[in-house]
């Protein structure tokens, strides 16, 4: 079955540091979510994005993140400047384009600022 | 915005036991999410439905419009059930179908 593929599993960087998530969506999907998940809190919306523009974002997806499809597969979610809050466990999510379809997660990058 | 409450937050079984994990939430959707957390952390889809009743295997998930509820039920549980299942809801309408969710309920089967 095909899958939802994140890079890397684990990520640790220095506060202030830029970090790049990626995502590798199911080849005929054509929306995309991130999501993220503070340790022992609930799963949050970021952002959605379809037809290579941002549809829609949460509060929490201020100036510091940003989202695009560089080169048609990969999907990625930047952090400028990365604060300890940002730690969290990151979800990509994406679906296809017909009417009442899942969303199918990867296996989420855990994202870890010192 | 729409609230997702889950009940239990927890909840401890014995192999074999009948579960029942419950979700409700404050706004009309599209639709309803039950999800599986294992404990590394990757998200599973199980069940996404809008209206009455989806069986798959020993789960079982049903929904009702009007009260705004719905729950997930597990048949004859077994310890590889043990995970977090979590609720969440949809509207497609106005958005791009993102989802709300709740905090999830903690499942442990013991043998």
């Known amino acids: 079955e095909p899958e939802v593929t994140q890079t890397p599993s684990h990520q640790v960087t220095q506060m202030g540091q830029e970090v790049i998530l990626r995502c590798v969506p199911i080849?005929?999907?054509?929306?995309f979510y991130w999501y993220r998940q503070i340790l022992g809190q609930k799963v949050e919306f970021l952002v959605s994005?379809?037809?290579?523009?941002?549809?829609?974002k949460s509060e929490i997806f201020d100036d510091q993140f940003s989202v695009e499809r560089p080169d048609g597969s990969n999907f990625t979610l930047k952090i400028r400047s990365t604060k300890l809050e940002d730690s969290a466990m990151y979800f990509c999510?994406?679906?296809?384009?017909?009417?009442?379809?899942?969303?199918?997660f990867g296996d989420g990058t855990r994202l870890s600022i010192l | 915005k729409n609230e997702v409450e889950q009940s239990p937050q927890n909840l401890t079984a014995q192999e074999g036991e009948f579960i029942t994990i419950n979700c409700s939430y404050s706004?009309?959707?599209?639709?309803l999410h039950w999800l599986q957390q294992h404990p590394g952390g990757g998200i599973v889809s199980l069940f996404m439905?809008?209206?009455g009743k989806k069986k798959h295997g020993r789960l079982i998930a049903t929904i009702n419009i009007q009260e705004k509820h719905s729950s997930l039920h597990i048949t004859a549980s077994h310890p590889r059930d043990s995970a977090v299942y979590i609720c969440?809801?949809?509207?497609?309408?106005?958005?791009?179908?993102?989802?709300?969710f709740g905090k999830g309920t903690k499942l442990s089967v013991k043998p």
């Open positions: 999510a994406t679906r296809d384009s017909y009417p009442n379809q899942p969303q199918h």
């Open positions: 080849s005929n999907h054509l929306y």
């Open positions: 994005f379809y037809n290579n523009e941002i549809s829609e």
């Open positions: 706004v009309g959707i599209s639709a």
């Open positions: 439905l809008s209206s």
């Open positions: 969440a809801v949809s509207n497609y309408g106005g958005s791009q179908g993102n989802l709300i």
